[in-house]
C-alpha cells in the first residue's frame, strides 16, 4: 500500500541530495518533498486505517520515520546553514563542535530507547508504535517538526529523530572535513592504507545499493552518498557518478546483480568445502 510512495520519495531525495546546490537550498527543497509525502501517508491512513495492530506496528516502526527522519534531518540541516556564523573558520568550527555535543546530549537522554531499538527488539512495540499507548511514554518524547496526534504514535517521533541524527552527524563530520578540521577526539578516523578496492567499481556500486536497500547501515538512516562517501574512505577509491552507475546496471539484459550474485556463490562453496 505504501511501497510505491516511499519508492517514489526516496528517489526524489537522492535527486535533492546528489544535486550540485547549496545545502541550504537542497534542505529547502527537502523539506517540501518530505511533507507532501507525510500528507500523502497520512490522507491514506484517515481513509484506510489498519487492519491488524502488526500492521500498524510495521507503519510507524518502519514507514512513516523514512519520510519524517528525512524531514527532521533537512530541518536541522537547514537551521544550522543559517545560524552558522559568516566569517571566521574558528567560529564556525566552534558552532558545529557545539552542535555536536547537543547531538551526544540526545543520544544520552534517549540512551534506553536507542538501545531497544539497535539491539532490535519488539516487545514494547505494541506500546511505542500504535495510537492506543500514544499517551504513554516511558522514555523520554520529543516533538516539534510535524505533529498530527491521529498520526502518531508515542515513539515514531523518537525513532525518527535517531535515524536523523545519524544523518546529521555525518553532515556536521563533512562540514568540519570541508574546514580542515583534524580532531581524531570527535572522529576517531583512521586511514585504511592496507584496503584497496581491487574489484571493478560497478561491484562497489552493486554492494553499496544492496547495502542502502537493505537498511543495513545506520538502521536504514545513512543515505547513498553517506555510503558512498564511507566507502571510498575505507576502500581508498573514488567513485565518480553512483547513480549513473546504478542507472546502467538497472539497464543490463543479463543479471542485474551479477557481483552480489557472485559473492553469493563464492560463499557458498567455500562454505561447501570447509564442510567436505
Known amino acids: 500500500m505504501f511501497k510505491d510512495i516511499i519508492e517514489s520519495f526516496n528517489n526524489t531525495c537522492n535527486t535533492i541530495l546528489g544535486a550540485s546546490e547549496t545545502m541550504l537550498s537542497k534542505a529547502s527543497n527537502g523539506i517540501l518533498v518530505c511533507n507532501k509525502t507525510l500528507a500523502e501517508l497520512k490522507e491514506i491512513v484517515d481513509k484506510k486505517d489498519f487492519n491488524t495492530v502488526p500492521e500498524?506496528?510495521?507503519?510507524?516502526?518502519?514507514?512513516k520515520p523514512i519520510p519524517m527522519s528525512l524531514l527532521i534531518y533537512f530541518t536541522e540541516v537547514r537551521s544550522c546553514e543559517l545560524r552558522m556564523p559568516k566569517a571566521g573558520n574558528t567560529y564556525k568550527i566552534q558552532f558545529l563542535q557545539k552542535e555536536l555535543r547537543k547531538i551526544n546530549?540526545?543520544?544520552?537522554?534517549?540512551?534506553?530507547?536507542?538501545?531497544?531499538?539497535?539491539?532490535?527488539?519488539?516487545?514494547?512495540?505494541?506500546?511505542?508504535?500504535t495510537r492506543n499507548h500514544r499517551n504513554n511514554f516511558p522514555f523520554t518524547p520529543m516533538t516539534d517538526y510535524y505533529q498530527f496526534p491521529e498520526f502518531s504514535t508515542s515513539q515514531d517521533m523518537l525513532w525518527a529523530k535517531v535515524k536523523a541524527m545519524y544523518r546529521f552527524i555525518h553532515y556536521i563530520r563533512q562540514a568540519l572535513k570541508r574546514l580542515k578540521v583534524d580532531d581524531s577526539d570527535i572522529f576517531e578516523e583512521k586511514k585504511h592504507k592496507v584496503l584497496v578496492w581491487t574489484g571493478p567499481k560497478t561491484a562497489l556500486t552493486e554492494l553499496i545499493y544492496a547495502l542502502f536497500s537493505n537498511g543495513a547501515i545506520n538502521h536504514g538512516a545513512a543515505d547513498i552518498n553517506t555510503i558512498t562517501d564511507s566507502f571510498e574512505d575505507f576502500f581508498n577509491i573514488k567513485l565518480e557518478n553512483v547513480y549513473k552507475t546504478y542507472s546502467e546496471i538497472k539497464a543490463r539484459k543479463s543479471s542485474?546483480?551479477?557481483?552480489?550474485?557472485?559473492?553469493?556463490?563464492?560463499?557458498?562453496?567455500?562454505?561447501?568445502?570447509?564442510?567436505?
Open 56 to 63: 500498524e506496528i510495521d507503519f510507524f516502526k518502519n514507514v
Open 105 to 129: 546530549k540526545f543520544f544520552h537522554r534517549n540512551a534506553d530507547f536507542v538501545h531497544y531499538m539497535e539491539q532490535g527488539y519488539s516487545y514494547l512495540d505494541h506500546q511505542f508504535f
Open 256 to 276: 542485474k546483480t551479477k557481483f552480489l550474485e557472485e559473492l553469493t556463490l563464492n560463499l557458498q562453496q567455500k562454505i561447501a568445502r570447509e564442510d567436505s
